[in-house]
């Protein structure tokens, strides 16, 4: 069973290994090196900027043919890439200077070194951060929105060789639940889908945000074990949302400069690339990247409307390869700000996508965040929302139980097919051979109660705590207890529990009952908030018949 085990294991985050395409790049005329260049795979979000002698480090794939050259001032090129990786190390590749004209601003032919001094980029970036105060709606008194997320974690990178091997072949099942990402282009395993439906309300003065949560909805492996939600508690802690508007985005527990804090202009490099058009909006596209690219800064885009305003309407951020950063192999955030009636903008389309790889010989994982805002509302709040709500966040007592209709109605983002295949694919987990003896010894280690039941939706009762049943103390010696609890599988408002207990010196039998009524409806245990119940408790010594404690 062990042996199984951790062959599953060793599926799951099993994946490839990738060569390197390495060079440098070069102006054709004078031969110097140039800094900062995009090297990029089109349309396959995987890139990287050559350092200050031009040189670049990017990741080969066999699939991937040709690779993007480019950088403001220079003809783009494309280059085939061979097939023989040992070919496509140390290339040199010259790029042929251009002069054009771009919204007013010429673009010279010359590379020369980057001064902040006469730079219409720099200047660009001193409007928006000027008028940044204008769209952020912390400005205002009161706003409230609904709020959908959507938190997957997957095993990236998986490849068909790992099912051909001899105990790859016991875990076949898993190819039916194996998709191509949309982004990445890779193929995935989806783990956990973690969904939440909230209503985020923001008071000015005194300054307050509180979330109620409406609906949430977690399965995966997680659900194998109570406490599994520290996943999704964890990966929530550390793909925390970025907001622009802060000087600093605190993000992978790390404190990174925004592109258009008060003091950026310091901080970053800014370049205008192009102009574009998004949705009917013309927009400046304005590349950045940190002066010291180890620094916690973001690189990408933002794309300025080209207007009075200055907003950002769009913006790409990526976590440059050389920052100190661990375990993230790859960092994609895009988030479209749409303008309201009032005329400020919101990111109602916020999409993080970040690929992890512990160490060089470990397997790699995805976590992709996905948040939609909508039904924006500046109507003043009755201070009673704000009072009713303990902390920060306040989760609906029915908030768990959701019917899946409920789901459809107000779900803003469709589940893949496999996403939306979870509860099959656990399925097929616990029913592998062996499998349901180490999630029970799991639990016990972990969660400190085991369930009656193979299935925890069915549960009934738990049996726990585990470490009580057998102890150690100077009054009985050696001291043995049975105890156990009902779930809301029973009955979601009336619950029991008690244990029966032996000590060896004492030769006394001990013994608890409780019973508690909630007035709220739980999704599975008391102890779930709010908790508003009424308890009765005896306590006895059955050996003497001695009432110990009643409450």
């Known amino acids: 069973m062990k042996h199984l085990f951790i062959t599953f294991i060793a ?40 350092d200050e002698k031009g040189r670049f480090v990017i990741k080969e794939d066999s699939t991937w043919q040709e690779l993007t050259i480019r950088t403001l001032g220079y003809i783009t090129k494309v280059i085939k890439l061979n097939k023989d990786s040992k070919k496509n190390k140390n290339l040199t590749i010259r790029l042929v200077p251009e002069s054009r004209i771009l919204s007013g601003v010429t673009v010279s032919s010359k590379k020369t070194k980057y001064s ?85 309300f923001y008071r000015k003065n005194p300054k307050s945000t509180k979330t109620v949560i409406k609906a949430e909805s977690n399965k995966g492996v997680n659900e194998l074990i109570n406490t599994g939600e520290i996943l999704t508690t964890m990966l929530n802690e550390v793909f925390t949302d970025v907001d622009i508007y802060e000087n600093e985005c605190r993000l992978l527990q790390y404190q990174f400069k925004s592109p258009i804090a008060d003091n950026a202009i310091n901080f970053y490099r800014y370049y205008i690339q192009d102009t574009l058009v998004i949705s009917g909006e013309k927009v400046i596209e304005l590349g950045f990247l940190p002066n010291n690219q180890q620094d916690f800064g973001f690189s990408g885009k933002l794309h300025i409307m080209c207007d009075s305003t200055y907003q950002v309407r769009r913006v790409e951020l990526n976590i440059p390869k050389r920052s ?22 919101i990111a109602a389309i916020n ?62 983002v469709e589940l893949s097919e496999s996403e939306s295949k979870m509860s099959s694919f656990m399925d097929k987990i616990t029913n592998i051979k062996g499998f349901k003896y180490f999630i029970f010894g799991a639990k016990a280690l972990i969660e400190n109660f085991v369930e009656t039941s193979d299935s925890l939706k069915n549960n009934k009762v738990d049996i726990g705590p585990i470490n009580t049943i057998i102890s150690h103390n100077h009054y009985d010696k050696w001291r043995f207890r049975a105890s156990a609890l009902t779930t809301a599988n029973l009955s979601p408002h009336f619950f029991m529990n008690g244990y029966i207990a032996y000590g060896t010196n004492t030769k006394n039998l001990y013994g608890k ?16 908030f709010p908790q508003n119940n009424l308890s009765l408790s005896v306590g006895m010594n059955l050996s003497k018949g001695d009432l110990i404690s009643f409450q």
């Open 351 to 412: 999409d993080m996508l970040v690929e992890l790889k512990l160490t060089k010989w470990s397997g790699s994982f995805m976590c992709q965040r996905t948040t939609r805002i909508k039904d924006v509302n500046f109507d003043e709040i009755p201070n009673s929302v704000f009072k009713r709500i303990k902390g920060d966040t306040y989760k609906e007592p029915d908030a768990e139980m959701q019917s899946e209709e409920y789901w459809n109605e107000f779900r803003d």
């Open 513 to 528: 009952f409780q019973m508690t009524y909630s007035f709220n409806k739980k999704a599975y245990l008391t102890r779930e």
């Open 116 to 200: 902040r001094k006469n730079n219409p980029a720099v200047e660009l970036m001193k409007k928006v951060i000027t008028h940044k105060k204008n769209t952020d709606l912390r400005n205002r008194d009161f706003y409230n929105y609904n709020k959908y997320e959507k938190m997957v974690f997957s095993v990236n990178d998986v490849t068909d060789k790992i099912f051909e091997t001899e105990d790859g072949k016991k875990f076949a099942f898993l190819k039916d639940h194996v998709e191509m990402h949309p982004i990445t282009e890779k193929l995935i395993l989806p783990l956990t889908v973690e969904e939440k439906i909230s209503h985020v």
């Open 11 to 50: 599926t799951l985050i099993s994946i490839s290994t990738y060569s390197q395409v390495t060079g440098k790049v070069i102006d054709a005329k004078t031969r110097q090196p140039l800094d900062y260049v995009n090297v990029y795979y089109q349309g396959k979000n995987c890139g990287e900027m050559t």
């Open 324 to 345: 100190d950063v661990n375990f993230v192999d790859n960092m994609i955030i895009k988030q479209e700000l749409e303008e309201l009636p009032s005329g400020e903008r």
